[in-house]
């Protein structure tokens, strides 16, 4: 569905995207991890046809890729939320549905039922007629990701959609996306939160500075680059960590030594593949 | 008090920072002082030359001997021209004031005892203030006039004569005839000391002094002359149709700044529409609305306070080319002002200057030469002559092409500009 062959992109000195090549599988949600700055904002413009890059093809839809974001018509099967909240906020939920829905094309009792359906997929049915600016932040967040899929896109692009929710509302948002994944949407999930990507995401693209450090599934991922997990153990007055691959072999041989007053396990996730691979944590 | 300087410190880093802020600090004041400056440096060499058409229908050697000396005292572009050709002039906003001396004029300058010489202004309703100008340098010429003729021995003489043969011709003896004729003979005695004394042509302004003024000037507004009675908001509706188009195209690049700031510019240009319709629908949209509210302004001005155009098609025309222009102006503001705050900085700070250079504000004879020479790129003059063209000075199809002509040039070029970089401001 979605195509990047060697695709590189600069401001100036700065190399925001550099080299980056991946391609979307059917009906996968398709993690880009990475630190602010890392270029993920940079690729979904790519992605949208917002930037041409300088080097390299972007192309989606079909086994051949045969489409140009570029091109108007063709961003008829995309759908995109960007970043910060894109709301026409002196409008109600329902006008600003319709209006991107006649946008792409709809019209009539078909985009009355898009509109309704988005509606209920945000769950805003109940404040259709309020105008934006009286909506919570959780609430403009929701329509902000149900005003990317009113004209049902096959391809639906998520730039960082959880950024300054409360983690109530990420929830929800959480729900939506796997909802849009059980409807056979693909997806592109851009995040800098690793819990995010582990749980939602089928496959991750890490990428620092620009480059793609690694990609595959979680589970792939961290077996690869996650290293040996983390066992805290407190015996007496005494704390210890232990790097390890067999969490119980190892606290059954440290029990043997001495008593085990508390333990606790850390198995290693995106977190730690990030820092294996690039030497700084996440958040850096 | 290092957390107060600290704390001024970072407003002012701040303020050298952001470019436009910067702009208006330092340049648009200078902006300003070196316009100002070169205006009031062009009155402090006197006043400015104001166009005048003359029209001298009496033809004598009184009335040529005044322009003569209207001529020499400068502060006046003077054209003779017929007295239709002069109108039309002043009608198309060529020319300012038309001066009329009425045939007569030059006997009453030779002999201002018997009837005070009378000039006729008709002036462009929207330059009173030449009109002022006209009528003080009018009137100072004629009071050198009055003295040189209280000083001129042979001119008292001549006319004392010409006044003898009169009274004596026409009036029957009498005890007031016999007094005239003294007062006459002691005026001819005065003339033949002003010789003796060498002040021939050389007096002071008290020798002609204790006399009423020695000019009277009857003043009417051309489109008066032209088409009956009128009223001044003719002249002031223009005006304000002209900020309609002013505040909507500042409005309106405002909306696109705002479109980019709130990110809902982005979701536009994602979705399966060109740069091309989205320039279409935001030019359509500021289209429309300078239409409407120029239109329901004009209705109002025609319905309540009594303006009557000249012309509805033309007026049609000129509210479409302006509206053209201005939409133009807006998009091209647009890409200027990244954020809603710079687009109106930008805007209004680009009104105010263009609008003194179109005459808007600061009457144009008062400036030098190059600044009205660069007025000619300002839309708000060109705007101005179209609406007034349509509105009071009656003009034809083909005096409003030109205008219109402009605007609408202008108004394709702003837009092409705004157009072809409003995709790059997205980001």
Redesign the interface.
């Known amino acids: 569905m979605l195509l990047f062959d060697h695709v590189s992109k600069s401001f100036g000195d700065l190399r925001a995207v550099d080299d980056l090549s991946f391609e979307l599988e059917a009906g996968e949600v398709f993690g880009l991890l990475g630190p602010n700055g890392a270029g993920k904002t940079t690729a979904i413009n790519m992605a949208v046809g917002l930037l041409e890059p300088d080097e390299g093809v972007v192309r989606f839809a079909g086994e051949t890729f045969d489409r140009d974001p570029r091109e108007a018509e063709n961003r008829q099967a995309l759908g995109l939320a960007p970043q910060s909240i894109a709301l026409y906020e002196e409008i109600s939920s329902a006008d600003n549905l319709r209006f991107f829905g006649r946008l792409h094309g709809l019209k009539g009792p078909d985009l009355e039922e898009r509109v309704s359906a988005c509606l209920d997929f945000a769950d805003l049915t109940d404040v259709r007629k309020k105008s934006v600016s009286k909506y919570s932040g959780g609430m403009k967040r929701r329509l902000n990701l149900a005003v990317a899929i009113v004209h049902d896109p096959d391809l639906v692009l998520l730039d960082e959609p959880t950024v300054g929710v409360d983690p109530q509302s990420r929830n929800a948002i959480f729900d939506r996306v796997e909802q849009l994944r059980d409807d056979g949407k693909q997806i592109v999930y851009t995040t800098h939160y690793m819990e995010e990507a582990q749980r939602l995401c089928d496959r991750v693209a890490i990428m620092d500075r620009g480059r793609l450090m690694a990609l595959d599934t979680v589970r792939a991922l961290i077996e690869a680059h996650g290293g040996p997990g983390k066992l805290a153990v407190q015996t007496g007055d005494k704390e210890s960590i232990h790097d390890t691959t067999d969490p119980l072999g190892t606290l059954a041989q440290l029990q043997e030594r001495e008593t085990v007053e508390h333990f606790q396990y850390r198995p290693p996730d995106l977190e730690t593949v990030f820092l294996n691979l690039t030497g700084r944590a996440l958040r850096d | 008090m290092s957390k107060i300087v600290a704390m001024a410190a970072k407003d002012i880093r701040i303020l050298f920072r952001d470019k436009l802020g910067f702009f208006f600090t330092v340049f648009f004041p200078l902006m300003m002082a070196i316009f100002f400056g070169a205006m009031f440096a062009n009155l402090s060499r006197g006043p400015a030359n104001i166009p005048v058409a003359l029209v001298d229908e009496d033809r004598t050697a009184g009335s040529e001997r005044f322009v003569t000396r209207l001529e020499a005292a400068g502060g006046l572009e003077l054209e003779q021209l017929p007295r239709e050709q002069a109108l039309e002039q002043v009608r198309r906003g060529q020319t300012a004031v038309m001066v009329t001396l009425s045939p007569g004029f030059g006997a009453a300058m030779d002999n201002p005892f018997q009837t005070t010489p009378r000039v006729e202004l008709a002036v462009d309703p929207t330059q009173f203030a030449a009109a002022g100008m006209t009528r003080g340098i009018l009137l100072e010429v004629a009071g050198a006039e009055l003295q040189a003729l209280m000083t001129d021995s042979a001119r008292i003489q001549a006319t004392n004569d010409r006044n003898r043969r009169l009274i004596e011709q026409f009036t029957p003896p009498s005890a007031a005839r016999d007094d005239f004729l003294t007062f006459i003979e002691l005026s001819s005695r005065v003339s033949t000391l002003v010789e003796q004394l060498g002040l021939d042509g050389n007096a002071t302004g008290a020798v002609a002094g204790g006399f009423g003024p020695p000019l009277e000037i009857g003043q009417t507004e051309v489109q008066a002359e032209q088409r009956g009675p009128t009223n001044s908001y003719a002249s002031s509706f223009p005006q304000a149709m002209l900020w309609v188009l002013i505040g909507g195209s500042v409005s309106f690049s405002m909306s696109i700044a705002i479109e980019r700031s709130?990110?809902?510019l982005?979701?536009?240009?994602?979705?399966?529409?060109?740069t091309r319709?989205l320039l279409a629908a935001k030019g359509l949209a500021c289209l429309t609305t300078t239409l409407v509210t120029s239109t329901a302004l004009i209705t109002l001005g025609v319905t309540v306070f009594g303006v009557k155009p000249t012309s509805y098609p033309l007026l049609a025309l000129a509210l479409l080319c302006a509206s053209i222009c201005f939409c133009g102006i807006m998009m091209a503001l647009s890409v200027i002002g990244k954020t809603e705050q710079a687009a109106a900085g930008v805007g209004w700070g680009l009104a105010l200057p263009f609008s003194m250079l179109g005459g808007g504000m600061v009457p144009l004879f008062l400036m030098p030469e190059w600044m009205q020479l660069l007025g000619n790129i300002s839309p708000m003059k060109w705007t101005l002559v179209a609406y007034e063209g349509a509105i009071w000075r009656g003009f034809t199809l083909t005096e409003m092409l030109a205008p219109c002509a402009v605007l609408v040039g202008i108004g394709v070029v702003a837009f092409a500009i705004g157009a072809r970089n409003l995709r790059w401001h997205?980001?």
Do not use: D
């Open positions: 709130r990110g809902t982005m979701r536009l240009l994602v979705s399966p529409i060109t319709h997205t980001g």
